[in-house]
Structure formats: structure tokens, C-alpha cells
């Protein structure tokens, strides 16, 4: 059974940082790309950062580059991001998602993937 499991997320005051994790488990190949997709209350969804596996090159939304840095551990199947200087802009729920049909990273960042976690809030509030 395929299955994505996030964790790590809570309540932030600005400026300060968050790690957020996903454990993927269930996947007998793979994946083409793993990443992050937020969704803020009355907002679309919105991509945050993805990681291509096939050569481990990575994208972020504008919006979080510099602050936001993706990353996975192979032997444990996880990938990790690292959230720092958050705002409260960056609050929502954020979700991990896996790509299993190779499409283009643009494609990912839009929020297109083929199998999604449950989510994590996040919140960035004083």
C-alpha cells in the first residue's frame, strides 16, 4: 500500500524554523519526484519545492527560495524540509507528494502529482 506520511509541523513565531518530514513507504520502484504543496486558508494549492530523483535536482517557488531547502534520505526513504525565516504567509497545510508518471519539474511545482499525504499544518503566528 502506498503511503506518504508527513510530520513536523506546528505552530512557529515569525522568523523562526520548522522541519518538516515525509516517510514514503509502499513504492516497489522509484518515484520520478518528491515534494512539498501548501495550501493556505481561501488560496489555491501551492508548490513549494520539489526533488527530481533521477538527478537530484531540486526547485522551490519563488516565494520561499533562500529560506526553504529540500532533502532526502535515501536509506530511510524520507525527505525532509527545512523551513527557516518563516512568515505568516507560509502558514497552511502542507503536503507531500510523490510523481510517478515523469513530469516535467514546472509540472511539479504546480502541484501535480500522482499520490498525496494527509498534510501537516503549519502556523506562523505571535
Known amino acids: 500500500q502506498l503511503q506518504l506520511v508527513e510530520s513536523g509541523g506546528g505552530l512557529v513565531q515569525p522568523g523562526g524554523s520548522l522541519r518538516l518530514s515525509c516517510a514514503a513507504s509502499?513504492?516497489?520502484?522509484?518515484?520520478?519526484?518528491i515534494g512539498w504543496v501548501r495550501q493556505a486558508p481561501g488560496k489555491e494549492r501551492e508548490g513549494v519545492s520539489v526533488f527530481v530523483t533521477a538527478d537530484s535536482s531540486e526547485d522551490y517557488a519563488a516565494s520561499v527560495k533562500g529560506r526553504i531547502t529540500i532533502s532526502r534520505d535515501n536509506a530511510k526513504n524520507t525527505v525532509h524540509l527545512q523551513m527557516n525565516n518563516l512568515q505568516p504567509e507560509d502558514t497552511g497545510v502542507y503536503f507531500c507528494?510523490?510523481?510517478?508518471?515523469?513530469?516535467?519539474?514546472?509540472?511539479?511545482?504546480?502541484?501535480?502529482?500522482?499520490?498525496w499525504g494527509q498534510g501537516t499544518q503549519v502556523t506562523v503566528s505571535s
Open positions: 509502499g513504492f516497489t520502484s522509484d518515484y520520478d519526484a
Open positions: 507528494a510523490v510523481d510517478l508518471s515523469g513530469r516535467p519539474i514546472i509540472a511539479n511545482m504546480r502541484g501535480e502529482y500522482d499520490y
